[in-house]
């Protein structure tokens, strides 16, 4: 069982930057891959983001690269996204996904069993 919440969402102008979190519980944590996803209002969720157990492993979407950093630090059960030189098609609603079994990466969200309940980013001038 791993509960996730997400936070570090809010209003920011074009350019700026904002760093997400996501909170997990679960002694399990530090042996899932974790992912970020988006969505925007009208349209389909979407990869952002991901990394294996160690964070070793990243992976990112073609739209956020160069731009966008996914981290974790597991003795505190956090996962980070670190958003810079934001654009307003950034804006929508970010998720915090987690593996069930595996360690590895993934940017499939059907391979993703927890989900947080999202923080709404917001980029306008």
């Known amino acids: 069982q791993v509960q996730l919440v997400e936070s570090g969402g809010g209003l920011v102008q074009p350019g700026g930057s904002l760093r997400l979190s996501c909170a997990a519980s679960?002694?399990?944590?530090?042996?899932?891959?974790m992912g970020w996803f988006r969505q925007a209002p009208g349209k389909e969720r979407e990869f952002v983001a991901t990394?294996?157990?160690?964070?070793?492993?990243?992976f990112y979407a073609d739209s956020v690269k160069g731009r966008f950093t996914i981290s974790r630090d597991n003795a505190r059960n956090t996962l980070y996204l670190q958003m810079n030189s934001l654009t307003p098609e950034d804006t929508g609603i970010y998720y915090c996904?987690?593996?069930?079994?595996?360690?590895?990466?993934?940017?499939?969200?059907?391979?993703?069993?927890?989900w947080g309940q999202g923080t709404q980013v917001t980029v306008s001038s």
């Open positions: 990394i294996n157990w160690n964070g070793g492993s990243r």
């Open positions: 996904a987690a593996r069930q079994y595996t360690s590895v990466w993934s940017m499939s969200e059907d391979e993703y069993d927890y």
């Open positions: 679960g002694r399990t944590f530090s042996t899932n891959g």
